[in-house]
């Protein structure tokens, strides 16, 4: 099963879940991938998302509760990036501890100046659950890249709405 992503109103990716038996279900607010994931069988269980075009990418966002899911709710995740599927590369690997919320797993490097990933490609891997469980529930997927520049052809930006209000001449 395939998702489109909309990316700032106009299709950019696609997504799929690669474990055979996961299945997207509805939730009211709208997200890159606008419904959650629930899946069986074999870990680890992956969401692929691939782009159009290489895209700066920041900031990845999961909903997961364990108060809800217990044993569905997952506790090692790997984010990996990459071209396509033969060069993903592990950029982050965080383990959960009972999470009940947003969790928001930064993109960035160990270096300042890596504040973002240039990819085709985001792979989300769920490598083990909760209580050993053996299936998993994420509630809703968000994925984030830069902010823009409110104001185009500007080369800095202006942080204080009093200097953006007079940041262009009439």
């Not at 240039?118 to 053996?134: D, V």
């Not at 890249?145 to 942080?159: L, V």
Request: glycine fraction near 6%; aromatic fraction near 12%; proline fraction near 6%.
């Amino acid at each position: 099963m395939m998702t489109f992503v909309r990316w700032q109103r106009r299709l950019l990716g696609v997504s799929a879940l690669a474990s055979p038996a996961m299945a997207f279900f509805p939730f009211a607010t709208t997200t890159l991938i606008p419904t959650g994931t629930r899946s069986d069988g074999a870990q680890p269980h992956l969401v692929n998302i691939q782009f159009q075009k290489k895209v700066k990418l920041q900031l990845v966002v999961l909903y997961v509760d364990f108060k809800l899911d217990e044993s569905y709710t997952p506790s090692k995740i790997s984010i990996r990036a990459g071209d396509g599927f033969h060069n993903l590369k592990e950029i982050k690997a965080i383990e959960l501890v009972k999470p009940a919320g947003w969790v928001y797993i930064s993109l960035s490097g160990n270096d300042p100046r890596e504040t973002f990933v240039n990819t085709f490609m985001l792979q989300i891997a769920i490598l083990s659950n909760h209580l050993n469980g053996r299936d998993t529930h994420v509630r809703q997927i968000k994925v984030y890249g830069p902010r823009p520049n409110p104001i185009p052809h500007q080369a800095f930006q202006f942080t204080s709405r009093e200097f953006i209000t007079y940041s262009t001449v009439r």
